[in-house]
């Protein structure tokens, strides 16, 4: 396998997260944080996204991405707080609708993935 591959995600271009992403709201999915689309870092400089969950009831934030290169499977990694949560029964179960969300999502594009990886061949780009 060529090494420069060897450690880079599979290319999602940041328009084609961008419709994911509105594909899933649109299928009627609720949040209180901010989700969106970045522009990822890539060594080739190919055009790839990173979709990120800012949480409202937590001081942190959910990126999410494909595991590695020519992997079907994405992973979500939730950012380090610098410092102990400490909440109400309340704020926690709005916390814990916000990770639900965010597992959603994540295996929403994940799904969408080997959707889009299965009918390759087939796509006008």
């Given at each position: 396998?060529?090494?420069?591959?060897?450690?880079?995600?599979?290319?999602?271009?940041?328009?084609?997260?961008?419709?994911?992403?509105?594909?899933?709201?649109?299928?009627?999915?609720?949040?209180?944080?901010?989700?969106?689309?970045?522009?990822?870092?890539?060594?080739?400089?190919?055009?790839?996204?990173?979709?990120?969950?800012?949480?409202?009831?937590?001081?942190?934030?959910?990126?999410?991405?494909?595991?590695?290169?020519?992997?079907?499977?994405?992973?979500?990694?939730?950012?380090?707080?610098?410092d102990?949560?400490?909440?109400?029964p309340?704020e926690?179960?709005?916390?814990?609708?916000?990770?639900?969300?965010?597992?959603?999502?994540?295996?929403?594009?994940?799904?969408?993935?080997?959707?889009?990886?299965?009918?390759?061949?087939?796509?006008?780009?």
């Amino acid at each position: 396998m060529n090494e420069e591959l060897e450690d880079s995600p599979p290319r999602r271009s940041l328009t084609q997260l961008k419709a994911w992403v509105q594909e899933f709201r649109e299928q009627g999915h609720l949040f209180a944080g901010q989700l969106k689309v970045v522009e990822q870092e890539d060594a080739d400089s190919q055009d790839t996204g990173l979709v990120v969950m800012n949480l409202m009831n937590a001081r942190a934030s959910i990126y999410m991405q494909p595991k590695g290169y020519d992997e079907p499977l994405w992973e979500a990694t939730l950012t380090s707080r610098p410092d102990d949560l400490t909440m109400t029964p309340h704020e926690m179960a709005s916390l814990a609708a916000e990770l639900v969300v965010a597992g959603n999502l994540c295996s929403f594009l994940q799904w969408k993935s080997l959707e889009w990886d299965r009918d390759s061949g087939r796509h006008r780009i």
